[in-house]
């Protein structure tokens, strides 16, 4: 899925946020010391983005939108920088936010 997913950019309404997924910690870093938070070993921090677009007649009770794709990306930091040069990678120029 990667690879297929590298193919493409994301396009229309794009929604973006950040995510903390739970991860392995290596046998030799599990002797030190954790950090607790944003920056713990035992979580990675991920980017996520979506695509949607507007359903015309949604059925009741369901929302004006509908995800046709998503993406999600590891990253080494939250910084403006990273964020801005993944977005650069995996959305359309021409998408909105």
Do not use: C, W
């Not at 946020?17 to 870093?29: C, G, K, M, Q, V």
């Not at 080494?76 to 801005?84: G, K, M, S, V």
């Amino acid at each position: 899925m990667g690879k297929r997913d590298d193919k493409y950019k994301l396009g229309g309404e794009i929604e973006l946020d950040n995510a903390f997924i739970a991860t392995l910690i290596p046998e030799e870093e599990k002797d030190k010391p954790l950090k607790r938070g944003a920056g713990s070993q035992k979580q990675s921090k991920v980017v996520v983005m979506t695509e949607s677009t507007i359903v015309e007649n949604p059925k009741q009770e369901m929302k004006p939108k509908q995800v046709n794709h998503l993406k999600m990306v590891v990253i080494d930091n939250l910084q403006a920088e990273t964020l801005t040069e993944v977005v650069k990678e995996h959305i359309d120029s021409q998408a909105e936010s």
